[in-house]
Structures are given as C-alpha cells and as structure tokens.
C-alpha cells in the first residue's frame, strides 16, 4: 500500500465461514463523492443480515473480501460536492443503502448524506447506532407499507427481536393494540416494551388464537407467512420481510381470504430515519442492546448473534 495513502481500521473477511473469518485489516480511508459524506465511526449495529452474509454463500454483496456492517452512528468528518444537510462535527445516524452499500464496520464509511439524520443529543452513539437498520424496517412495514393507524390491531412475530422489538415500540407510538409472540421467557420483556398481550409461539397456535388483526408483520417468511395470513381480518395486511415469504403461494392465498401480502426490503431513508431520531428524542423508542463489543472483537460479536438467543440489538464500538 502507498505510504501516502490515508488508511483506517476495518473488519474484513477473504472467504464465507464462521465468525473466525472476521479479521481486522487496514485499508485505505474512503473519500466522499458528490452527495457523500464521510463519517468517523463510534458505533455500528450488527444485524443477523450481517452474518448470514458472513457465513453463507450467494447472498447480495456476492463473493468476498468485503467489509459488513449496514448501521452507523458517528461524526461528520468531511462532506462531498453539493452536501448541504451537514457540516464537518455534525453527529449523526443512519443506514447505508442496502443490500449493496455495507461498509459500517470500519473507522469511516461514505455514504449518501441523505441516508443519514442529526443523533438526538439526547442518545449515545451505541444506541444511535442500533437502531437504523431495525428501526427503519420496522417503520417502513408498519407505517410506509401498511399504513399502520391508530386503534388498529397489529400482530408482530418474532416480538423480542432486532426488528420485533423496536416494531412494538413503533406500533405502540402510532396508537394501535400489539399483541407479540416470543418464547415464554422474554414475555416480559415484550410486553415492558408496551405490547397488550404476549403469545408463546411455543405452545400457542397464533394461526387460531389471532384471528383479527389489520397487520400482521412476519420475519420468518415462506410457510409461516402463508399460515399467518388467518391472522389477519378481512382486508388485512400481512408484510414479510422475508423475500423467499414472496412465492406464489402467499399471492395466492391471499387473494382467496380477502387480504394483502407486501414482501418488504429496507432502503435507505432520510425522511424514516428523521421520524426514528424524533421518537428516540421523545423517549418512545430505545433499542435494547444485548451486547457491545469492540471493533476488533467483531467475531465475538457474531458468534453470539449465530446462537440466535439475543434480545434486541449488538454493537461494535470504535475507538
């Protein structure tokens, strides 16, 4: 490498495998390109996206060396041609365009100045950085998508989740009745978050039990999205944030009960993470963080997250 060039810390991996294929390497620091900006990293979400795309082979960023990491919260450090947003020293949060625009966990990652808002000063960096890339999934099935009303009744899978838990919050916020499903126990936690009632997916038919709900948002996709249509009333609306919940099947399905089926992908969004930085702010949404970990201890990291029996959310923090 150029002695001249500018370099930083980031976590790297030259093969899919386990956690034990993260590796802390330096690589030139990136430069913002018009609409970009360029931000210091304090703090980086990890999603389960994040090591399935660590250890599974075929996924959206293709074959690596790549750098993951989606959510970010941190500093200005320089902007590109045409910013007008932010200046140098603004603190800020955000998601970087997905599936193809990772790259958070890292000392600095660019990324379009409108994928980012102003971090409530009333949060730190590691919750700021936890909640872009649940949060704004969350809003944007309930709300973008199924325009999720007060007084209407929400059925959310998977309640004690990344997603899940942040979606009751969001729900709750909107007005609507939430009932949750998790595993008898994190029933507390779920319903300390505000949900009205809390199924044990365990032992509890939801299919049977549920049978009026406006929304139903399910993360589990194929089958279990199809099964969850009976959730909903007539006119309902199912969103699965599960691309392989969209075969024909569920279209099917859901055209003979009388109800909708969306199949969702999170994008970036200035305008959703402005609404997110605003219920942070008031107090009504706070990511529950389940671990925080070191930027060079990124592996220890994911390997907590395969075990699949985290509640809310892991962060990587840089020094």
């Not at 495998?17 to 390497?25: A, F, M, Q």
């Not at 913002?32 to 360029?38: I, K, N, Q, R």
């Not at 450090?77 to 365009?97: A, I, Q, S």
């Amino acid at each position: 490498m150029n002695d001249n060039v500018i370099t930083m810390r980031a976590i790297s991996q030259d093969v899919i495998g386990g956690p034990e294929v993260l590796k802390e390497v330096r690589l030139p620091r990136p430069v913002p390109g018009p609409g970009e900006v360029l931000v210091r990293v304090h703090a980086a979400g990890v999603n389960p996206t994040d090591w399935k795309h660590r250890g599974l082979p075929g996924l959206f960023l293709g074959e690596p060396p790549f750098v993951l990491g989606w959510d970010v919260s941190g500093v200005i450090e320089t902007t590109g041609p045409g910013v007008t947003l932010f200046k140098p020293g603004d603190e800020v949060f955000g998601m970087l365009p997905y599936p193809y625009g990772a790259g958070s966990h890292a000392e600095y990652v660019t990324g379009p100045a409108r994928a980012f808002a102003a971090k409530p000063a009333g949060i730190g960096h590691v919750q700021a950085g936890a909640l872009p890339l649940a949060a704004l999934t969350a809003w944007q099935a309930l709300v973008d998508t199924a325009g999720l009303e007060a007084g209407q009744r929400v059925l959310i899978h998977a309640a004690a989740g990344g997603v899940g838990h942040l979606a009751v919050q969001i729900a709750k916020a909107r007005g609507a009745y939430v009932i949750g499903t998790a595993s008898a126990p994190k029933h507390a936690f779920v319903r300390a978050l505000g949900a009205d009632e809390v199924l044990d997916y365990r032992t509890t038919d939801i299919a049977d039990t549920v049978r009026d709900a406006d929304v139903v948002l399910d993360s589990q996709g194929s089958d279990h999205a199809i099964r969850s249509l009976r959730s909903l009333r007539p006119g309902g609306i199912l969103v699965s944030l599960r691309l392989d919940g969209g075969n024909p099947a569920l279209a099917e399905d859901a055209a003979r009960l009388g109800v909708r089926a969306e199949v969702m992908l999170v994008q970036d969004d200035h305008a959703g993470m402005a609404a997110i930085a605003r219920l942070a702010a008031e107090g009504r949404l706070r990511a529950e963080i389940a671990g925080t970990f070191e930027l060079a201890d990124a592996a220890k990291a994911h390997a907590l997250g395969d075990t699949g029996r985290t509640a809310g959310k892991l962060v990587l923090t840089v020094r």
